[in-house]
C-alpha cells in the first residue's frame, strides 16, 4: 500500500476545486466524506481501548468543539455519525448558526433537526456546562481551526484549548490537524490542542514533519474524503 503523500494548504485548495470542477463533486460530498470516516475511526478506536481494557464499553459519551468553517462542518457531521451509532453527543460551537454559511450552516442545521444541543460561544452558560462536563467525556473532538487557520487561535478559542488540554481521561482527537497549529509552516501557538489521534483529511499536512510536533499531533490517520490526492 503507497504511503500517503504530504500537500500544503494550495495544493489541498486545487485538490477541491479539482473535485468541483473537474468530478463533480460538490463540496459537502466531500465534508460528509470526511466526517463520516472520521467518525468511524474515532468509534474504533475507543473499541481499540476497551479492548485493551483502558475504556470502558459503551455507548460513549463524545464532546466535539466546532470552527465557523469547514472544520467545523467535519465536526458536525462526525457527531451526526457517532449519534446514528448511539452514542451521546454535546456541542460547542464558535460561531451561532445565524453566522454560519455554506456546508457548515447545512451540517450544523442537520444536527440541530435531530435534537443535538449546541452551546453557542456566546452562551456564557451554556459553554460552561459543556467545559465543565469535559472530564466525563469519553472522547473530546477539536473540529476548531483547519488546515488553512494562520496565527494563533483567538479568544475564546484558545480558552476551550486549554480547558481541553487539562482534562484528563477522555481520547483526544483532531480533525485534519490540532487547532493551534500552522498547516504549512509547523508553527505552534501555545494552547495548541494535544491531540492522542490526528485525523488528516485527504493528505499528510507539512507541518507533520516537524518532529517537535509529535507530542501535540499524536498518531497520524490520513482519512479518504472521496478525491483521490497528487501532487499539483
Excluded at 494563533?152 to 497549529?181: C, F, M, T, Y
Amino acid at each position: 500500500m503507497d504511503e500517503p503523500i504530504t500537500l500544503s494548504v494550495a495544493q489541498l485548495r486545487a485538490l477541491d476545486a479539482f473535485a468541483a470542477s473537474e468530478l463533480g463533486l460538490p463540496s459537502c460530498v466531500l465534508m460528509e466524506n470526511a466526517g463520516a470516516n472520521a467518525a468511524r475511526e474515532l468509534l474504533s478506536t475507543l473499541r481499540a481501548q476497551v479492548f485493551a481494557g483502558v475504556r470502558r464499553p459503551g455507548p460513549w459519551r463524545i464532546a466535539v468543539m466546532c470552527g465557523r468553517g469547514g472544520n467545523g462542518g467535519d465536526g458536525y457531521v462526525l457527531a451526526r455519525h457517532v449519534r446514528n451509532a448511539g452514542h451521546e453527543v454535546t456541542l460547542l460551537s464558535a460561531a451561532p448558526r445565524a453566522a454560519l454559511s455554506g456546508d457548515t450552516a447545512l451540517f450544523r442545521t442537520t444536527c440541530e433537526r435531530m435534537g443535538l444541543a449546541t452551546a453557542d460561544r456566546d452562551d456564557e452558560h451554556a459553554v460552561e456546562a459543556f467545559l465543565a462536563q469535559l472530564s466525563s467525556a469519553d472522547a473530546i473532538v477539536d473540529a476548531l481551526l483547519g488546515a488553512g487557520a494562520v496565527g494563533a487561535p483567538r479568544a475564546p478559542l484558545e480558552h476551550w484549548l486549554q480547558r481541553a488540554n487539562a482534562v484528563l481521561g477522555p481520547l483526544k482527537v483532531a480533525l485534519d490537524l490540532p487547532s493551534g497549529i500552522e498547516a504549512d509552516s509547523g508553527a505552534r501557538y501555545g494552547e495548541a490542542f494535544r491531540a492522542e489521534l490526528t485525523l488528516s483529511f485527504a493528505a499528510r499536512k507539512l507541518a507533520f514533519d516537524h518532529v517537535a510536533l509529535a507530542p501535540w499531533l499524536g498518531r497520524v490517520r490520513v482519512l479518504d474524503i472521496g478525491v483521490a490526492a497528487r501532487p499539483a
